[in-house]
């Protein structure tokens, strides 16, 4: 890797390192977040297992065989919903709360300070949306529930990693243009709303066990992400961020 590139990464990984450190001192913010995080989960597992008895009596169990997957992915979505709020405030909270002056002053270049604040805003919910996860398989075992099939499961991991990879790029595009927390949060519709839509297409190839589909699936949900990132990076510059006063997309 070229030394340039290298420096230019320790210094976006500096801004990253500094934004989970405050993020993690807001108990306010975390502790909300994990408990709803780990109760998620239990809940899932006991409509699995509901499921599960009610197809067995009509002798229809692989319908239920179709939904614990479909409920893996519903968790792995859950958490990334609750911590996008802290993508949307990566530069508009900053700017209200007026921290963000000292860190734009920076000899950072643009891209390095957009890439840290992106890694920083990506860790929180990726990390929830597994901590939910394993809670659940940890479920599923504790309930003697089948586990999906290990295709599935890969393929669910691996969605749910890039859908969280696009909503917190959205939410930082977002968090760029905004002019307040408030207006930022009105605007996130436009990345909740179309990604519950994205899920319920995804869950019908489930049901369906189009594989090769739902490969297509994630490709296609990596390949908006990186779109969304490089839009992120050719049209951030913080001269702008700090004389907008108001919304534009």
Known sequence: MDRRLREGLSMAWLVARR????QFRDWRVIVPMVFL????????????AAALDFTAQYGTPIIAERLVPFFLMVVGFFPITVSLVIGLEAFVGEKERGTIEP??????????LYLGKLIASTSVPLFTSYLGISVYLLLLVLRGIPFPEPIILVQTIILTSVQATLMVSGAIVISTQ?????????????????????IQGE?????????LVLWLAVLSVAIL???LIRLGLSHFQREALLGREIDVL
């Open 178 to 198: 905004a002019t307040s927390v408030r207006g930022a949060n009105l605007l996130s519709s436009f990345v909740v709303i179309p990604m519950a839509i994205l």
């Open 103 to 112: 860190l734009l002053s920076s000899p950072l270049e643009d891209w390095q």
């Open 225 to 227: 992400a990186a779109l």
């Open 37 to 48: 995080t780990v109760f998620f989960p239990f809940l899932m597992t006991a409509t699995a």
């Open 19 to 22: 934004e989970l450190r405050d």
């Open 203 to 211: 869950s019908i190839l489930m049901f369906w066990g189009n594989n």
